[in-house]
């Protein structure tokens, strides 16, 4: 037997099962879930950073909608938000990297 002890996608139980291989599985409260969240955010942005690949990056944005789900928004509420933060602070489009200030 091999402990995971992490958070996993919806799917992956029955992924596993298909399989022919048994798991166990918790559902967990919110609190602990969020928590379960930001250490599988850790995670996939660790595994972006070691290979840059799109599809960790994917990895990452879904993460991010499971946390704003968890902290009872949506993502259009979030996307929002972003879209009000890029507008009052700008986005990264043009590749500006600040040396200092005086």
Do not use: M, P, Y
């Given at each position: 037997m091999i402990e995971y002890n992490k958070s996993v996608r919806d799917r992956i139980p029955e992924i596993i099962r298909a399989q022919g291989k048994a798991c166990h599985v918790e559902v967990l409260g919110e609190e602990r879930w969020v928590e379960?969240?930001?250490?599988?955010?850790?995670?996939?942005l660790q595994e972006y950073l070691e290979?840059?690949?799109?599809?960790?990056?994917?990895?990452?944005?879904?993460?991010?909608?499971?946390?704003?789900?968890?902290?009872g928004r949506?993502?259009?509420?979030?996307?929002?938000?972003?879209?009000?933060?890029?507008?009052?602070?700008?986005g990264f489009d043009d590749r500006l990297f600040l040396v200092s200030v005086e």
């Open positions: 379960e969240l930001n250490k599988k955010l850790g995670e996939e290979s840059g690949s799109l599809e960790e990056l994917a990895d990452i944005v879904e993460v991010v909608h499971g946390i704003v789900a968890a902290k949506t993502v259009e509420e979030f996307e929002e938000l972003r879209l009000g933060k890029r507008e009052a602070r700008g």
